[in-house]
């Protein structure tokens, strides 16, 4: 019963130069299923995209990295960039934040989809460059337009292109950072429209990565809620939007406008921790404003709180108990 | 939502406005001596904003609402039409005759990362508009007015903060800097350019909060642009719905939002994600793009994209005018129309 | 009032970034050796031709030796072929030379800066106007137009000074203007303007100070190209020969057949005096150009691969 994509503690530390190391990501762990939708939700500096890139292997040479990602069973990171780079647009692959900005601007687009085929032993030459014409349909655009380069294409096209791009050797797991954060209300529509179309016809899975909750909840069926570097919740939508058991999950919905809804919109008050130095009890305390004598000392671990729904809280778990011990790693079975 | 006041002028009166620029041509289009093409961004807007208002411009890319709001700042001098502050028409003046102005109208823009020399610390950043108006008269007193400026801006307490350097606050903070810096001019008109899509979403709230409150405490007219209906129905007293450099929808926010006339209106507000999951109701998506403010289609500028155009609206350009069904009702106390241009509503 | 912001003092601590112009060149010493060295070098001559006159053995004008007398015990570099020690030539030469090399790269940093911004700023008419200017200057070969001047103005030491300003302000000019360009729409520029700030104010506290680093870079770069170019023209005979400078002495040299005689401690140690402050400036200019583009940074996808740590245990605590 091994799921698409396991990743199993995973931290990664940064080492700027005259100055203290950044452990960016904290002990992330999650399951992805084959053609399932999942979100990564949190605000800048929670470590979402570290995590993303970390799973690509696409880390600064100033980066160390521990902990296990599972692809299909296959350990991808152990070996470093030589065990990841096979993978790499082959099984997972990426539409980068601002990706069509990231376009080469001297080069037609039919041909930088077709560039990481060759490599991949997909396709070459002339073979390669009619799949880019039909990836190119596939989103949503004229195969003819392959022959053009991307300063004639509008945002929103350029969007879709760099999810082509990512299509091309037809991975099994696409990660989202941010795709439509510039583009317009509607066509952000179109494309999270796109993307579900995509996910569905081609069983593939997608991770979104995204500050906007709204977003993720029209999107997709699970998600995972981070902050500073950790997982704070995870579980269905459904749970986390009208059962959340993390304080961080219930306020940021809290500080999310909706457009009909009634209630007052509230901020968070002070800011996230810094990464650079060790922070005992819950990360989320000075912040959370329903907070316990234990959470100054303890250091929550993701507790159940219902099936595939976690916390790491300790005021969650069934029935509302408190848990008894934050560190055991044993009471946490991920996914099922 | 507030009342309107009936005043007699109106804080900010927008007429008619044209905006343009030109359109760059080429060595072979210049020499051919070609005709010179212009832009329309904003092409005959109308709106009036009163002191204690909030006022929400909405639209997508290429509407107009960032040159409408340049041009009622005084940075582009626009082609026609007029703006009136507090019933003068400032639309024509020259630099020098829009300083005095500029005590009235103040903006806040978009990023908070780029708002703020580097170089300054808070307190110079605070204290230059004092220094160029002349408002102060030492520095001990000068410097009593940035400690009020963000403490009012929700920097508190103040005296920390003074000597920060951009880089050591956070955006939210960087924000409400550059809001502490419009106040100190005591401005009646704030413009805000997207004043929190750059910041964390549990950061929003209170800077919104904060404007919000200068619209009533300190009796100021706010004019918001946002692309970003949620928080538009959620803090603004009026919203404007732009499309290609005009006004096609405007109400009062709650009308606006549950009660659509235009057929774009009622499409950006299907297409809203909305927080709840089980909330599935089904979004109604325009294919293609908002097209180039070069080339405006005939008749209504929406009909291309629009799910229900007929004939009419190929052929005819709708004026913006108050909605069937929405005109004042004899003895209810005066209210903002709810106007819309569609040759349907 | 619904939450508002309430940041306590603790949470948000400095962060060690270059934000203040002594962090930023402490850092770029640590960081680059060669910044450090070239400013070793540009220190040591600066120095040594401070107190010259106090150290100087002999003197720098009258004979003290034979004519190109090796290098002995007495004359540690020999003497040239008036009976002059080398070595307090040397230094006495270095004097005039580096205040020509740094009199002259003030005058083009002073012309060459105003224009930059002036041009940079405004934009429009002035720009194109300013910018055709320049394109002529630059243009026109250095060592020609030098000539022309030198044979116009006649050989004096002012001249020269002025001569080489003229050559190098346009290189200055371009530079800058490109850096005003793109300062001058950052957001904060116009919100300045939109506060009713004059452009005489937002030049002199916003754009200016913006080019402090640069200009430092390009002065100092400057610095290099002027001495150099001090020595072509003393070479060339259009400089004042009564005068010692670093470019007269190997002037002399070369006139009076310092060569055939085998005298080479009369021309190499001037020339590797010149080179040596050359290169310390280029070093210490490129440094900080370098450290001023943030292109140059290192890149997510590099050569280098990231790093596998293995975790002793599990959980955070276990690293």
Redesign the interface.
Known sequence: MSSLLEVRDLHVWFEPPHAAPVHAVQGVSFELEAGERFGLVG??GCGKTTTILALMGLLPPNASLAGEVRLDGTSILAGGEDSVRPHRWKDIAMVFQGAMNALNPVKKVGWQIAEPMAFHGVAEGKAALKRAGELLELVGIPARSAQRYPHEF????RQRASIAMALACAPKILLADEPTTAL???????I??LLTRLSGELGLAVILVT?????V??MCSRAAVMYAGEIAETGP??A???APAHPYTR???A???????ADA?????G?PPRLDRDITGCPFRPRCDVPIERCARDHPALLQVETAHLAACLRAGKRGGLRAEPGADEAVRLGQ | MTETRVSKTPLLEVADLVTRYPVRRGLMQATARAPRRWVHAVDGVSFSLDRGEMMALVG??GCGKTSTVQTI???VRPAGGSVRLNGTDIAGLRDRQ??PV??TV??I???PY??????FRVRQTVE??ML??GIGSSRKHREQLIVTALEQA???PAE?YLD??P???????RQ?V?IA?ALV?GPQLLLADEPVSML???????????LD?LRTTADMGILMIT?????A???ADKIAVMYLGRIVEQGTASEV??DPQHPYTK???S?????????RSV?Q??TG??PDPVDVPSGCRFHPRCPVAVDRCRAEDPVLRVAPGKERTPGHPARPVHLAACHLA | ???????P?TG????T?S?RRGGFFWTLLKDRKTAAVGLGIIVFFVLLSVIAPYISPYSATAQSCAVFAPPSVHHWLGCDDGGVDMLSELMQGGRISLVVGFAATLVAMIIGGGVGIVSGYFGGWVDITLMRITDYLLVIPDLVFAMVIADIWGPSLFHVIMVIAILEWTGTARVIRAQVMSVKE???I?????????HA?IIA??VL??MGPLLIANTVLTVAIAIYLETALAFLNLEDPTVTTWGTILEHAFERTAVSSGAWWAIVPDGICIALVCVGCFWLGQAIEDALNPRLKIAHLSLTRWKIRTLAGRGTDAI
């Not at chain 2, 780029?114 to 170089?119: G, N, Q």
């Open positions: 605000e800048s509008s945002g929103g096209m317009d209300v509607m066509v952000q529509a179109q999270l429209e500050h906007d909750l709204p977003v909840a029209q939508m459904d986390l939007y009208h306020l940021l919905f500080a999310t406008p909706d457009l009909y809804g919109v509230a901020s968070i008050p800011s | 997508e890319s700042l005084g940075m829009l300083r500029r005590r103040q903006m823009y978009q990023d780029e708002s703020l020399d580097p170089r230059e508009p160029v108006h929700g920097l508190r920390v920060r350097y880089h050591e606050l956070s955006g939210g903070q409400r550059a810096t001019l964390d979403v549990s950061v929003r709230a209170g800077v919104l909060s904060l409150n692309h970003d209906l949620s928080t129905a959620h803090f939002v549950r499409a950006l507000l297409v809203v994600p909305k927080r709840d999951p089980r909330d979004p998506i325009l793009e908002t | 009032m619904s939450a508002l912001m309430h940041e003092a948000m601590e400095p962060v970034r934000g950052r957001v904060y116009k919100r300045t303007r939109a506060l009713g700030a004059s104010r506290r916003h100070p913006q």
